[in-house]
C-alpha cells in the first residue's frame, strides 16, 4: 500500500531504524523488492535511476506496474525517480504519480544546483511530491574511478544553504561512499554525518549502499540516516543467477527469472534486517 514519504521515513527516524531504497531494473527485480518487504514486513521504497525508466516505453510501463503492486500490497511502500538531472523527465515522472523524486545537481556549482533544485521542488510540491536533492560528490566506482571520495564530503554550511534555499524534503550528503561495489573498505566521515544531522531538520539519505560492511552500516543508522540506496548487489545478483541458468542449459524464461528474482529476493531481506526495518510495517 502506498503510504508517503514523509510518513515512512519519519517512522524511521522516531523508531531508530533505516528503510531500504532499492533500485529496481525489471520486472524481476522489483517483485523481488515488494515480496521481500511483505515476507519481513517491512516498509520499503522501490526508486528506479532516471535513465532506466525511460528505457522501458518511455517510463510509462514500468512506472504503471510499480504503481499496481504497490497499491496491492499490504506492507507501507513508496515509488521514487532516482538521480534524474533532466527537467522533463522529472515533470513526466510527477504526471505518471510517483511519490517521489530526485534532482541531482551534484556536480553543478552550488548556486546552479540551488536554483535548478528549488525549481524542481516547486513543480514536485505543486503535486503533493516528496523531494530528494544532492550535495557533494557520491563517487562512482564504474566509471575508472579509484574508490570512495573521503575527502571531498558534503560541507555542512553548503547543505544549510542548499535546503534552506530550495526547500527539498531530503538531502544526500556525501559522507565517502560511492555507487558500485567497493575495492577496498570504504572509510566514511562520521563526524560529518553528526554535523549534517545536527545542521538539517530533513531526512539524509545514504547512497551507495552496497558493500558497506555491516557495523558502518549501523553506525551510519545511529547517526540519523534514515533511507539507504542499494542497486549494485542486486543487479549483479541478478545478472550471475541469470548466468548460472543459461550455463544450466535453462531455455525457460519463467524458470530463468524465477530463480533470478528469489536470489535478488534473498539479499533484499538480508538488507531489509540489516536496516533495523524487519516488523516495522
Ligand atoms: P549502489 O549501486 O552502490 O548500491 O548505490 C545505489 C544508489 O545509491 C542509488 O542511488
Known sequence: MYVSPKEILQDAIDRHYAVAAFNFYNLDTLLAIIEAAEEERSPVIA??????????????SIAKAALRLIEETPVPVYLHLDHASNYETILYAIELGFHSVMYDGSELPLDENISISKTVVEAAHKHGIFTEVELGRIGRLSG????????????????????????????????GTAHGLYRTVPKLNFRRLEEL?????VPLVLHGGSGIPDELIRKSIDLGIAKINVGTELKYQWSSTMKAGLEQGLKEPIKLENNAKQAVKEIAKRKISLFGSAGKA
Open 47 to 60: 526508486q528506479i535511476y532516471a535513465d532506466h525508466f525511460t528505457f522501458y516505453n518511455g517510463g510509462g
Open 144 to 175: 575508472g574511478q579509484e574508490d570512495a571520495v573521503y575527502d571531498d564530503c558534503t560541507g555542512v554550511e553548503e547543505a544549510c544553504q542548499l535546503i534552506s534555499n530550495c526547500k527539498a524534503d531530503s538531502l544526500a550528503p556525501a559522507i
Open 197 to 201: 544531522q545536527k545542521a538539517l531538520e
